[in-house]
């Protein structure tokens, strides 16, 4: 027995001679004591168990004293132990109930005439959190992955067991006894989940009886999604194409930059960063900044974030590509932006529209005023203009008469044509999508005055015909009259044609193309549906 208190002294030797004060001191033990009010503890001496290499019985034998110490500030306060509530036991102090006024820092120093070394533990009494049997305070926390598995301890009640005695312990989620699924293992100091489900996140309290008092310990279960295997992905700008922004020197701007981070642990924080060209937004004019990243979006560890970089007004230096850059673990991904300056016409454009606006503006409430005399004045001036519409009226007849006319008197369709089949009513709109579903084709004419007045703006509006269009639930002839790339709303059309999965465009080249042996009609019949001549009238087409 006297070779590791032989070891002692000559330890304590060596360290008293560094030390001011004559005693070794180890400052504050890792090992934190935490418990509920009214809860027993046993905080014990860490020196025995971290910081020399003999225990109490032998430090006694060696005629050394240990002293308990409470710091109160800067002081240092002789434990006085009553017995009753606070209670000294070979190289702990035990609390049968612990209360708020026992927080702090407890200091045990051994010691004798020529020895002196000592050590505080911390020790945290808090109070369950309101309608809880937890603090949140001093939970203990545990992260999972989903699809994995994962052992729950009841941690820090190896002073509370009693040798060669089964424990009675009791297990909550969330402050209640619940009825655990039948692959989840419940023993008496731990919980078994073979394969962990979002859902089993939560608070997980164990409860062991010792004596007349309670003593429990909760743990935090975080489930995360599976650590990530890929870098981070760009939402916006778009990765691999550059996207055009169109400002107005002068003006404020916020490029936003959007990116999908997946689970990588949790004390790694997204690393998402804009650069123009080769600085970085540190090394730009001051009138450039960078916000702080904000997390859109969160489930399971798996993150959405957004880092605006804001001008303060866009200067002409200031039109260049700027590439947002998101990285972790895995590797680096980025996403550009190219700042161009918007075509002045289009303001001017937008300018001579509002004059041309208010102008018709002008000009209409002076024709409901002064309609008759204006009426009558046009009639004596230009009533010899009024006729004069030949290609406009050779369009209008080709598509409301001759068009029916060949398909169902000479080649024996059978046409539904809404302005004259459709009786107006308030489900007009029903009918024409009833019929139209109804049909093997949809023939849309573009004359100039059905461009002009959106007659084709239905097929976006009503949403079940949308969606034939958009599907190829039907199959869509669309004849061109004429040149319209001129006419009004023109490129409207042409974004609907882009729409229209099953589309064929025919030409129609003036009168010429009104003779049954021309080109035009072998393409439309082409297109309708193919069939014998005994049933064709039998067949439905929309036009």
């Known amino acids: 027995n006297n070779l590791p208190v032989t070891h002692i002294f000559s330890l304590a030797f060596s360290f008293h001679l560094s030390s001011l004060d004559g005693c070794i001191d180890w400052s504050v033990d890792l090992k934190e004591y935490h418990v509920l009010a009214g809860e027993p503890v046993r905080v014990k001496c860490a020196l025995f168990y971290s910081y020399i290499r003999t225990n109490y019985t032998m430090a006694t034998n060696a005629k050394l004293r240990l002293i308990w ?12 132990f009553s017995g009753h509530r606070l209670s ?8 049968r109930s612990a209360e708020l006024e026992d927080n702090g820092f407890y200091t045990c120093v051994l ?7 000592k050590v505080s533990m911390s020790m945290t009494v808090e109070e369950s959190d309101e309608g809880k049997c937890f603090s949140s305070k001093i939970r203990h926390l545990e992260k999972a992955e989903i699809t994995h598995s994962k052992m729950i301890n009841c941690p820090d009640i190896e002073d509370y067991l009693a040798p060669y005695k089964q424990p009675q312990m009791t297990w909550y989620k969330e402050c209640e006894r619940v009825e655990w699924r039948s692959s989840i293992t419940v023993n008496t100091t731990h919980i078994w989940i073979p394969e962990i489900e979002e859902g089993d996140g939560g608070n997980y309290t164990c409860e062991l009886q010792y004596g007349s008092r309670l003593v429990r310990r909760t743990t935090q279960l975080k489930v995360t999604a599976l650590q990530t295997t890929q870098p981070p992905k760009v939402l916006f700008p778009p990765e691999r194409q550059d996207t055009v922004i169109e400002i107005t020197p002068g003006m404020p701007l916020s490029l936003d930059c959007k990116a999908f981070f997946g ?9 998402i960063y804009w650069m123009k060209g080769e600085k970085f937004v540190e090394e730009l004019a001051g009138h450039i900044k960078e916000s702080e990243v904000r997390i859109l979006r969160e489930h399971l560890g798996e993150k959405e974030v957004q880092l605006s970089l804001t001008f303060d007004a866009v200067e002409e230096a200031d ?11 895995i590797g680096r991904r980025s996403g550009s932006a190219i700042l161009q300056k918007k075509d002045m016409y289009r303001l001017e454009l937008a300018g001579g529209l509002g004059v ?13 005023c002064y309609n008759l005399e204006i009426m009558l004045c046009y009639r004596r001036h230009f009533g010899s203009d009024e006729t004069e519409d030949g290609e406009i009226s050779d369009e209008e007849t080709f598509a409301l008469e001759i068009l029916p006319d060949v398909l169902e008197k000479h080649y024996g369709y059978k046409l539904f044509i809404p302005d004259r089949d459709l009786i107006p009513s308030s489900t007009y709109i029903e009918d024409l999508a009833r019929s139209v579903e109804q049909s093997r084709r949809l023939i849309i004419v573009l004359t100039p005055e059905f461009v002009a007045k959106r007659g084709w703006s239905i097929f976006q509006i009503e949403t079940r015909l949308h969606s034939m269009l958009v599907t190829g639930e039907i199959k869509v002839i669309m004849i061109e009259c004429a040149d319209l790339k001129n006419v009004i709303n023109y490129q409207e059309v042409e974004a609907l044609k882009h729409t229209i999965k099953v589309l ?10 009104n003779e049954l042996s021309s080109k035009f009609w072998k393409q439309v019949v082409y297109e309708m549906p193919a ?4 049933t064709l009238s039998r067949r439905q087409v929309c036009g």
């Not at 800067?74 to 434990?79: K, T």
């Not at 000294?88 to 609390?95: G, N, P, Q, V, Y």
């Not at 039109?319 to 673990?329: D, I, P, R, S």
């Not at 041309?356 to 409901?368: D, N, P």
């Open 88 to 95: 000294k036991e070979d190289d702990s102090i035990w609390f």
């Open 69 to 80: 110490y409470k710091n109160k500030g800067d002081a240092e306060e002789p434990i006085i």
């Open 263 to 271: 689970y990588s642990g949790e004390n790694r924080r997204p690393i």
């Open 319 to 329: 039109l260049a590509n700027y590439t947002c850059y998101v990285e972790n673990h």
């Open 356 to 368: 041309i606006l208010l102008l018709l503006g002008v000009l209409t409430a002076l024709y409901k």
């Open 504 to 513: 064929s465009i025919i030409k129609w080249r003036g009168p010429k193309s």
């Open 531 to 534: 069939k014998r001549r005994e």
């Open 111 to 117: 010691r004798n005439s020529t020895y002196c070394m």
